[in-house]
């Protein structure tokens, strides 16, 4: 299954004010700056958390559907599946029932009976289906430990602008932001 982000979020988790008043930066010299990081923490907590912070539309593709009837949706939280679309041979697309589709939201999975699917006819990405992911619009709705190892990740980058050695290695994360990320971490088996 491949994906495309579609419509990526209108804010970020954290505003500049709250950015510059964690770093003690009272000035706005480096205001640019502050919001490539905070855009740069968002898009790290996210990769390693296989969760979207802010809502976003994305697009999955299928090649086939799933004989046990669940696709799990990652990026997480699932919000809704807003289309599907199945293509013919001739390339045409047909959309489907969106009632077809149980979005189960506390697991992040969207359920359907697979018997009762149409077949797609184009052999690669053959399914489309779209869905709204993320934790809701406002800063608010995000879990504060994500928002928490944002700060901590855009105050790393602040004062460590070149990579950090920690004897023979590079230090990728400070400890805290890995802690803070953990319990949120979707892995896949």
Request: aromatic share 6%; net charge negative; proline share 7%.
């Amino acid at each position: 299954m491949s994906s495309i982000l579609l419509t990526a979020p209108a804010d970020e988790p954290l505003t500049l004010d709250e950015a510059r008043a964690f770093l003690r930066v009272e000035h706005h010299d480096e205001d640019a700056l502050i919001g490539a990081l905070i855009a740069g923490a968002r898009l790290h907590v996210e990769a390693q958390t296989r969760r979207a912070l802010i809502t976003q539309v994305w697009r999955f593709a299928l090649d086939a559907w799933p004989e046990n009837g669940r696709i799990d949706v990652r990026p997480a939280p699932l919000q809704a599946v807003i289309a599907a679309r199945v293509y013919d041979e001739a390339g045409n697309a047909a959309s489907l029932d969106l009632q077809a589709f149980v979005p189960a939201l506390a697991a992040s999975v969207i359920a359907f009976v697979p018997w009762a699917m149409p077949m797609p006819g184009r052999l690669v990405a053959g399914i489309e289906l779209d869905v709204r992911v993320g934790y809701g619009d406002a800063a608010t709705a995000v879990p504060e430990p994500l928002r928490q190892a944002m700060r901590l990740l855009v105050a790393h980058w602040y004062e460590n602008r070149t990579p950090v050695a920690v004897g023979h290695e590079i230090a990728v994360l400070p400890e805290a932001v890995t802690a803070l990320l953990a319990p949120y971490r979707m892995l896949s088996l």
